[in-house]
């Protein structure tokens, strides 16, 4: 958890999150009518289990190997000039041609969209998809961007002094979506 | 955890954390050189100079595409074409830069420490590209990340640097970087042109090539300066070509499994004959190609830094 931060609520336990992916997984399956040229894209860090939770249930549903693959935004960041160290730069690994693909962009939260800003233009050095979707674990509002997603596990109006934590069993060691505020 | 300090100055100023940090940035900038739009937006604004006192070609070439690729704005001066040649400073010359709006002034230097000399006087922040004999960084991590990229780890393998240790800044910043990532080094060469106090590096001195070569998973073949022909120090061309150069049966000798590397530029049938420079254990042009990823991680590492003049001592 984030320092001199305290849980101020539970907003989902695993199992609720569990059902919010599979409901997505039926939402992309349903807009773009099944699977052909679909790719899911996970942004890091947590952006990539989740695109990797929504290709097993769409493998469940559809018996179907979707292809996934993982975007790092760091050189893309509209914030770099202001931040007083330089982040950490991890390798995009997608490995194919995202050219005419339908690609689902993939984070658990969406707040002022520039992560997604970053995402979108990261991405189009890498080719020219036909369509390029987003589905997102919790959009927490505040944006800064006219940016808005196509599918969403859960709607959370906040204030800017919260913090909306989804926590990952591949990286975190548990499943829950908490919302924090300062102590 | 990233780079603090305000400049880059050389490997014995590095720890391995941040060796290990370039490596792994210099990575992710590799997939940026292999795809087809070769350019990321990361540097837009900042501005990068060349400072090159010393002739190069790779080098300087290497920063310019690196600074580029990176979207900074570059712009190289060469000794030749400059005000340098009218007797200006090194200090004068990069002030009158800084002032223009420099974030990172790469500097080529005939004397050693001049990069530390820039980087304690001006406030943009200065990577050393090579002064004098004392060091270039840039060219052993380079090496490192190849040896790395190749044989999957620095730590217990053992390196050999063949040649005029030294008159060779790459060496030196090849012992210093190697040893702090656990490598072994071992060198060897004319016992005229290997300093007295290198052991002291933690390094195995050898006269022989052949033994030298024994166990070595790597060998690392430095230039034959010929300018330093006439220093006394040097045997003949033929009788080094005999001693040192790497050929076609030692190369066999030593087995599949050596990795040759050279920092170029070559002398072909002198310290390396054609055919082991273009064997298939040679990771020479691939040294090369590393370098522009290894020089973008460094641009990157440095030049985000919001630069106050506090930084100056």
Same mark, same amino acid.
């Given at each position: 958890m984030e320092e001199g931060m305290k849980v101020k609520k539970e907003i989902m336990d695993s199992s609720g999150m569990d059902r919010a992916i599979t409901r997505i997984a039926h939402e992309i399956l349903e807009k773009n009518k099944g699977t052909d040229d679909l790719v899911l894209i996970g942004i890091r860090t947590r952006g990539v289990p989740l695109a990797n939770r929504l290709a097993g249930k769409i493998k469940k549903i559809e018996d179907v190997e979707v292809k996934t693959g993982i975007l790092d935004i760091t050189l893309y960041r509209d914030d770099l000039s202001t931040v007083s160290q330089q982040p950490i730069v991890h390798r995009t690994e997608?490995?194919? $041609?995202? +050219?005419n693909k339908k690609v689902v962009l993939v984070d658990d939260v969406l707040f002022t969209g520039r992560t997604v800003r970053a995402a979108l233009d990261a991405l189009i050095d890498l080719g020219r998809p036909r369509q390029i979707q987003l589905a997102i674990m919790v959009d927490r509002g505040h944006r800064e961007l006219p940016i808005r997603a196509d599918f969403v596990g859960k709607n959370l109006p906040t204030s800017l002094s919260e913090v909306v934590s989804v926590n990952l069993k591949?990286? $975190?060691?548990e499943d829950s979506i908490l919302l924090l505020e300062k102590e | 955890m990233t780079l603090t300090k305000k400049d880059f100055l050389g490997l014995y100023d590095t720890d391995a954390e941040e060796i290990e940090e370039i490596l792994n940035t210099a990575r992710a900038m590799k997939d940026i050189l292999t795809r087809s739009v070769k350019k990321v937006p990361t540097l837009r604004g900042k501005t990068v100079i060349n400072l090159f006192y010393e002739p190069s070609t790779r080098t300087k070439f290497s920063f310019n595409l690196a600074a580029k690729r990176l979207s900074a704005d570059v712009m190289s001066i060469s000794k030749s074409t400059s005000s340098i040649t009218k007797g200006e400073s090194l200090l004068d010359t990069a002030k009158t830069m800084e002032v223009m709006g420099s974030d990172v002034v790469v500097v080529r230097h005939s004397s050693p420490g001049a990069a530390k000399f820039l980087a304690e006087n001006i406030s943009a922040a200065v990577l050393n590209a090579g002064d004098g004999a004392h060091s270039h960084p840039t060219q052993a991590l380079l090496d490192m990340y190849t040896i790395r990229e190749k044989l999957? !780890?620095?730590?217990g393998l053992k390196v050999l640097i063949v040649g005029d240790?030294?008159? +060779?800044r790459v060496a030196r910043s090849n012992i210093w970087g190697l040893k702090k990532m656990g490598a072994e080094v071992s060198v060897v060469g004319p016992l005229t042109l290997i300093p007295t106090e290198i052991e002291k590096m933690g390094v195995k001195v050898y006269s022989n090539l052949d033994k030298a070569l024994e166990g070595a998973d790597v060998v690392n073949i430095l230039r034959i300066?010929? *300018? !330093?022909? *006439?220093?006394?120090?040097f045997p003949s061309i033929r009788e080094y070509r005999e001693l040192y150069g790497m050929n076609k049966e030692r190369l066999k000798k030593a087995g599949k499994d050596l990795l040759v590397m050279h920092p170029g530029p070559m002398n072909r049938g002198i310290e390396i004959e054609s055919s082991v420079a273009d064997s +298939?254990? +040679?990771?020479i042009t691939e040294q090369v190609k590393n370098g522009v990823a290894i020089r973008m991680a460094l641009l990157y590492l440095l030049a985000g830094r919001e630069i106050k003049n506090e930084d100056i001592d």
């Open positions: 997608i490995p194919f $041609d995202i +050219s591949e990286i $975190d060691g | 999957g !780890r620095l730590a240790i030294a008159h +060779s300066q010929m *300018e !330093r022909q *006439e220093s006394g120090l +298939s254990q +040679s990771v």
